[in-house]
């Protein structure tokens, strides 16, 4: 399978200020990127791309007085097969885990494990160990939250979201990760494509998704508090331990963001690319390498 996935983003800067953006295909998927533009700027400024001590990569800019546009646009090559499943998966004891999981189960900026704690094993407690724990935790905050994009709060935390019963895909993350931590089982935050394949279109605009990985039986799986059932397509940008780690912009500075447009979807039911999302086909078609 083709997924065809970009994003077009502008912002207006009242002065020069650094950028540091989190928008390209997490290093992971590098191999499945068939076809790609460049990261192109409007006006044209540089870029450098390092690794943060998640593993992403983070791109580097200098933003001009003004406005700046991001564009990116790529063809990934995909499986197709939905989430792995293991209802089998086990819990790793603490002593054993491998030394780079134990931060996952730290609290963090947006995952006070400290406020959810006995809650956590007031509910989970009981349960058997393993993936029917996290899928429980992930039935919990799927049913405790109701979904809306009017919800959106950069401030919002797991605690919160909780007591609100509100939020976005990040709260799902967030309340899940946290409860995961709380229960000793290593969870981290995941940002990315996750396009209406093999599911009924969404009429609301696209955006990037928030999930999370919880480490079972050695290695990381996938879960999905909000949706709740396995997708086919996810590309991730980013991994850390919560949304801050991976915001999309982080600018040194106020900045205002005056243009936001993200697509992906299997590409043979759009053969012809996307205008409906405001591509320059002739910016972007030659640069496709």
Known sequence: MLIRLGYEIAIECPQPMAVISLLDVNPDRKHDIKRQTKVLTSPHVQS????????????????????????????????????????????????????????????????????????????????????????????YVHNR??????????????????????????????????????????????????????????????????????????KWYTFDARHNVPRIGRVVVARGRDATDVPLLHSFGAHKLTTFKVWTYEQDSHPAGPPEHGIDRTLTTPLLA
Do not use: K
């Not at 030394?99 to 809650?119: A, K």
């Not at 797991?158 to 290593?186: K, S, W």
């Open 48 to 139: 450098s791309v390092y690794r943060d001590g998640f593993g992403n990569a983070c791109r580097r800019f200098m933003a001009p007085e003004g406005g700046l546009r991001i564009l990116y646009d790529a063809v990934v090559e995909d499986s197709g097969e939905p989430d792995p499943l293991n209802t089998l998966a086990q819990e790793t004891p603490i002593q054993d885990l491998p030394p780079e999981t134990l931060v996952f189960l730290l609290g963090s900026r947006y995952c006070e494990t400290d406020h959810l704690g006995d809650l956590a094993w007031g509910l989970f407690g009981h349960l058997p160990q393993g993936w029917v724990r996290v899928q429980a935790i992930c039935d």
């Open 145 to 218: 939250l109701s979904f809306g994009y009017g919800y959106a709060r950069a401030t919002r935390t797991a605690a919160q979201a909780h007591d609100e019963r509100v939020g976005v895909c990040r709260d799902f993350a967030h309340l899940a990760i946290t409860l995961c931590r709380c229960m000793n089982i290593p969870a981290r935050y995941v940002n990315g494509y996750l396009g209406d394949i093999g599911v009924p279109p969404d009429p609301a605009p696209m955006d990037f998704n928030a999930w999370f990985e919880a480490f079972l039986d050695g």
